[in-house]
């Protein structure tokens, strides 16, 4: 997946969760939502460095970038990552669920 918009549309004020960020298909979608303008809530059970995403993800025209360490099999984990979404950036636009 190209890392660049591939299209006219762009994402600006949009907010999308991707799960399963930290590498593989997840990272990779990060990436191009971040190339789109959205901004990021990261999500994986495997601890990231938020300002290393932060930087990466911003360089490539994200606006902001929240990392969360979440277990999606886990209810109450999934629970507290869409209050903290909804807290840090009061709405949700997109779903990416890879994890
Ligand atoms: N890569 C492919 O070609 C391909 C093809 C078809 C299906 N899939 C499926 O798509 C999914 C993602 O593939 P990938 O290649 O990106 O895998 P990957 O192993 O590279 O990355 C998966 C990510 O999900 C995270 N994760 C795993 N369990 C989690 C959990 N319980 N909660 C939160 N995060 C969790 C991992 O820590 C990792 O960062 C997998 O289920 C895979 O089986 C992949």
């Known amino acids: 997946m ?3 918009p591939i299209g006219p549309w762009r994402l600006d004020g949009a907010v999308a969760v991707v799960t399963g ?3 593989g298909i997840g990272a990779a979608i990060a990436r191009h939502l971040a190339g789109l303008g959205a901004s ?10 938020p300002a290393e995403q932060a930087e990466r993800l911003r360089a490539l025209g994200a606006h902001r970038v929240t990392v969360h360490r979440v277990d999606v099999r886990d209810i109450s984990s999934c629970i507290a990552l869409v209050a903290a979404v909804a807290e840090e950036f009061g709405r949700l636009d ?3 669920n890879t994890g």
């Open 2 to 4: 190209p890392d660049a």
């Open 21 to 23: 960020a930290a590498r």
């Open 40 to 49: 990021l809530a990261l999500a994986d059970v495997e601890p990231m460095n």
């Open 94 to 96: 997109i779903l990416v």
